[in-house]
Each structure stands twice: as C-alpha cells, then as structure tokens.
C-alpha cells in the first residue's frame, strides 16, 4: 500500500458492531468481563482502548513498522524510551535539539545516574569518541529543532550497531511521510504527534514506532506500568488528522520553500536554516534521506539583539507567535526563549540558538499571504 493509501486505510476497518466508517471514540475506562479474566482482548483503558489501538496499528504502518505505542505527549514517548535504560548507561544525542528532550536527558535522568553527551552528530569522529561501553543509546534528531541540521540516519546506525547501541530518531519535524528512520537502521522512532501528524493544533500526544518484538513488550509494559497513555478522544482527532497528513506535507514544503527563497534574498536576513536550499550544508543529504525538505525553517535577523527581535517576532499577522508547530496554521518562535530557554545560554550560544533566531513553522495558508506577512513585518 502508499502512503496516501496507508493514511486512509492500513489498521482501520469499518466498525464491526455498526458498520461506521470512521473508528469509534471507544469513550470507556473499563470493559465487562464474563468470569475474572474471560473478555474480549480489553481489559482497562489504560492497558488497552480499541480507539488507541486503531491509531497505533496505522501509525505503526506509516513508519513501515510492526508495532506502534501511543503516549500521553511527545515527551511521554520520549520518557517511556529512556525507562530501556539502567543508572550508569549513557546517552549520545545531537547538541541541536528539542529544549524538553534536553531538559529531560539532563534535568531529569542525570539524577538516576543517565549521563547524556551532546554533540554534532555530523562528525563521525566526534560520535565515535562519544561512544564507550557504557553508551546505550544515540538520540538523533533529524531535521534537529530549531536548526535544521540533517544528520545520516544510516551512517550513525552502522556505527552504533557495531556496539549494540541502540538507535532513537525523533522523526517529529520530518513525518513518516517524509522520512522512515526504520528503513535505514534505525530501532525506535518517536514522534510529537502534537505537530505534523496530529495537524491542527487541538492535541498533545506522542508515539513510538518500532520492529523489535522484546523491545514493544518492554515498552508495553512500562506504557501500562507508567500510565501516560492518551484518551479515546484525542486517538480520535489524530485519526482524522492523519488522513490528509500526505495532503498537508506537500503543502507545507511548497510553502516552506517559496518561503525560506524569500528569506535567503532579504537584505535584513543573515541566513536561512532550511534543507531544501542548496547552500544549506547537508542539503546532499537530506535530498538523499527525505522525499521533501517540510515547512520548518529558522533564520537570524541581520544586526537585531534580543529586543529588536522580540519587536520583530511579535509583529506577525498571519504568523502566531506560539510554542509547537506542524499545525495548518502558520506560527512563530522564538527559541532562545521559549522552546529552547531550558538549555543554559552559554550552551545555546555555543549551538547557535541565538538570541536574533526566529522559528516558522509554515502552514498551509495560500503562500502569497505569508510572503506579505512576512514582507510587511521586515519593513
Ligand atoms: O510537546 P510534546 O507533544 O510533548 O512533544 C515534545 C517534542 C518532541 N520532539 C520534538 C522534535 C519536539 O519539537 C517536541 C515539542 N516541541 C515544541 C513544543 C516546539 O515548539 O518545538
């Protein structure tokens, strides 16, 4: 099946009870049982939900997977990923990405003994210093929040394969439609599916996408043990979001590009962090590793400090200035404040989170429109 078949069909079929098309919100925390233990493959809503497994059965499609998991948030997903590991392993993971997941490996996990590394995933020997026998885990992100670095999904793979490491990719900015981190190495994918997949800005939820059997009954069990599993409701809203998920990236990347071009030629732009430009330094890369180049772009304002960025971020019309992406509405960031401010400034200089980079998620509004808004505001 494609992809735009995929969205639409793979795991759903009409209701069995009814005949309805669309899977039921199956708005129920318990199931009846005929004697202790004799029921219909439910239990209790935190354990299992048919609405959540229609969801994680399609999404686990999406990602070419055989199993998926649904989360409370992103981060839950994120969360339940690190529960693999054991105090004194270790976690290698890109110095460009999401601020939470940095708050989570180092503000959370440090303290239970999970020391994590933050580096350019890009150089190899970087990671391979990195890497010792207590590295468990490397945390990709690709295109990394806010920057956009596109890292070699299949070059890190083989590397850490050699060492029994298992490989993450945070799969959030590209979407399965995009990208299928699982094809090329990779053990587990996670997604924010808040953004792109969800689509319109009325959900928070996570998931993990994986093939390895021991591992999904492991992450089942900490999914069941943890508790951070999302309700019928918001499985249901995903559901419908997804089906157009194809539909939206196109859009998305069209945009993105008119978009990030517009940029690249503005007096008062320094530079433009998009993959689909050909002087962005993996551009080779990721023409290689992605079907498109999406609608996440950042630039820095040429000149302008903290303030005059701020004036600038919060003149958007069309633009909301926001947290989160991947909605069909157009937002604006500003990292260094906001989705990035848990990463100490020292470290967010040294990055290039800097205090004049602004963040757009570019929806899917007629591009025209957007240029203006974008016009207007520069001038
Ligand atoms: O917000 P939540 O659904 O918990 O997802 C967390 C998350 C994970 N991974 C990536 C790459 C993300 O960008 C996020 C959330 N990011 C934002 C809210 C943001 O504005 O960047």
């Excluded at 939470?100 to 580096?119: A, C, M, P, T």
């Excluded at 290039?352 to 757009?360: M, Y």
Aim: aromatic fraction near 8%; glycine fraction near 8%; charge should be negative.
């Amino acid at each position: 099946m494609k992809f735009g078949t995929k969205v639409i069909h793979a795991g759903l079929e009409p209701d069995e009870s009814t005949g309805a098309i669309m899977t039921p919100i199956y708005q129920t925390s318990t199931y009846a049982q005929r004697v202790p233990g004799e029921h219909k493959g439910y239990e209790y809503s935190r354990t299992q939900n048919p609405t959540r497994h229609a969801l994680e059965k399609n999404l686990a499609s999406l990602e070419n997977a055989k199993h998926g998991l649904c989360y409370s948030s992103g981060m839950a997903a994120i969360d339940s990923i690190v529960h693999l590991l054991e105090p004194g392993d270790e976690i290698v993971s890109t110095n460009d990405l999401y601020g939470g997941s940095f708050r989570l490996f180092r503000g959370v996990y440090e303290k239970f003994g999970i020391k994590s590394h933050f580096i350019n995933l890009s150089d190899i020997d970087a990671l391979q210093q990195s890497i010792n026998e207590k590295t468990k885990l490397i945390w990709i992100e690709t295109p990394t929040n806010p920057l956009l670095h596109v890292f070699d999904i299949q070059k890190i793979c083989e590397i850490a394969h050699q060492k029994n490491i298992l490989v993450c990719v945070d799969n959030t900015f590209a979407t399965p439609y995009l990208q299928t981190p699982l094809d090329l190495g990779a053990d587990l994918v996670v997604h924010s599916l808040t953004k792109f997949i969800g689509g319109h800005s009325d959900v928070v939820m996570g998931a993990i996408m994986l093939n390895d059997d021991s591992l999904q009954e492991k992450l089942a069990f900490y999914q069941n043990s943890c508790g951070a599993t999302p309700g019928p409701q918001d499985c249901f809203l995903v559901l419908r979001g997804i089906k157009t998920l194809h539909l939206r990236v196109q859009r998305h990347s069209e945009n993105g590009k008119t978009i990030a071009e517009y940029l690249a030629n503005h007096p008062k732009v320094e530079n433009v962090f998009w993959p689909g430009l050909t002087d962005h330094k993996n551009h080779e890369l990721a023409k290689k590793q992605m079907k498109d180049f999406g609608g996440m772009l950042s630039f820095r304002v040429k000149g302008a400090d903290l303030q005059a960025t701020f004036d600038l971020v919060s003149k958007f019309k069309l633009f909301t200035l926001a947290e989160s992406l991947g909605g069909v509405e157009s937002l604006a960031g500003h990292p260094a404040t906001m989705t990035h401010a848990s990463i100490p400034k020292e470290m967010r200089d040294a990055y290039g989170i800097s205090d004049n980079l602004i963040r757009l998620s570019v929806g899917i509004e007629d591009v025209e429109d957007l240029v203006e808004d974008i016009a207007n505001t520069l001038s």
